[in-house]
């Protein structure tokens, strides 16, 4: 069911159009009516509607503030923007933005359809190719990793595959699951890549803070890469045991250093194979030519969280974004999100918000300037956001904190 948010700080209009939509698009969910930006950007982390129809001017936020926070969340929203102002500016700027459809007010009646219909018909049409693509990925992602593990596929195509997969790539493991050779055993195993390894694997891996890259089926073998943890043994170990009780089974795994190369990875693959010991159920085998020592991962962690640190003290004032420092780091952003908490024990909002209220109670300590101004300065370019955010930390207002703290 296709899902809308309505913003307005003029009920009567919400309340219009709410009233067009049950009338002519009975199958579209409306999910809420808020009156500020603010109010629809809490709303839209809560659940993220389709599209929102959104007023241009309101309090707190206005709707072209609102799409930019969208645009820099990655969050595929559509926006329909609607202004009592036939300003070429705000439509050039909306556009500029993304905006799917703009009105004037007061908008027709059928306007107001056309740009729902369309917007409906634009996100069916996106669903429909994004489910075509998920039926083919699978079939794309197996034929080129069984090439990259024989060393068969060409460096030009690496990227591919890792858009496909949705990762950055500059760590994996790859583990083999190896079975005992018997025709039982073998019904077993394709028992297991029907069942198992798509819910029990899986979720052994998820559970674990690992994502499974891709896997499949290979002769008696189930070959799975999946992101790294350093923890990895213990995760292993688990899937193991859940293995077992199917049948006998040897685990081997191999990772390669950041930046590794084709010849590389199917290198691992190919040692893994060579340095194959037939005991089972309690067999780990790993590589160490190509693992990254506990030393030297620790030793490339703090130095990556040490850049980290340096860039946010450097740009906690500007439009810093989590995008922004994991392009700088070169790193996937969730990866950085877990190695940046695991790391200081706080998120990395967390500790820009510190950096920030840091330096605007020195400011409001050691100046006189405006709160707005302040704000500002340390990267808040909505006052009220400011407000609260000072508040929530601190306890007090930027002014109260002011009128304790300033010097005399």
Not at 2 to 19: C, G, N
Not at 51 to 57: A, P, T
Not at 219 to 225: F, G, K
Not at 343 to 368: A, P, Q
Request: a negative charge; charged letters at 25%; hydrophobic letters at 35%.
């Amino acid at each position: 069911m296709t899902t809308v948010l309505l913003i307005d700080d003029e009920p009567l209009t919400t309340q219009a159009i709410r009233q067009i939509l049950q009338v002519h698009f009975p199958s579209i969910d409306i999910i809420g009516e808020v009156t500020n930006g603010d109010k629809a950007w809490d709303s839209i982390l809560r659940r993220t509607p389709d599209f929102i129809i959104s007023d241009i001017r309101m309090p707190h936020m206005d709707g072209l503030q609102l799409m930019e926070r969208i645009r820099e969340a990655g969050l595929s929203v559509k926006v329909i923007l609607i202004s009592a102002y036939d300003d070429f500016e705000y439509a050039r700027r909306a556009i500029s933005l993304g905006a799917f459809g703009y009105m004037v007010k007061p908008f027709m009646q059928n306007e107001l359809i056309q740009e729902v219909s369309r917007v409906c018909n634009e996100i069916e049409t996106e669903l429909a190719h994004k489910q075509d693509i998920s039926k083919i990925i699978p079939f794309v992602e197996e034929n080129m990793i069984r090439k990259l593990l024989v060393g068969k596929l060409k460096q030009g195509d690496l990227n591919l595959l890792i858009n496909l997969s949705g990762g950055d790539w500059n760590q994996y493991v790859l583990t083999i699951f190896r079975f005992n050779r018997t025709s039982e055993n073998k019904e077993i195993l394709e028992e297991i890549v029907k069942i198992s390894m798509s819910e029990e694997i899986n979720s052994l891996f998820a559970k674990h803070g690992c994502r499974v890259v891709s896997f499949f089926q290979n002769e008696n073998e189930l070959v799975v890469l999946h992101t790294p943890k350093l923890d990895d043994i213990p995760i292993l170990q688990v899937c193991l045991e859940t293995l077992s009780k199917y049948t006998e089974v040897t685990i081997l795994t191999g990772s390669c250093r950041m930046n590794f190369t084709l010849e590389q990875i199917s290198f691992a693959y190919v040692e893994a194979d060579k340095n194959l010991i037939e005991s089972y159920t309690s067999s780990v085998i790993t590589l160490p030519d190509h693992d990254l020592s506990s030393n030297e991962k620790e030793d490339y962690h703090s130095e990556l969280m040490t850049r980290a640190v340096e860039y946010c003290k450097k740009e906690f004032t500007k439009d810093i974004s989590l995008q922004k420092i994991s392009d700088h780091l070169n790193l996937n952003k969730y990866y950085f999100c877990t190695l940046f908490k695991s790391h200081f024990n706080l998120t990395f909002w967390e500790y820009i918000t510190d950096l920030r209220i840091g330096y605007s109670k020195e400011l409001l300590s050691l100046t006189n300037e405006k709160t707005t101004e302040i704000s500002e300065k340390c990267g808040y370019l909505n006052i009220s956001h400011f407000g609260k955010i000072f508040k929530k930390t601190t306890g007090l207002t930027p002014a109260e904190y002011r009128k304790q703290h300033q010097t005399k």
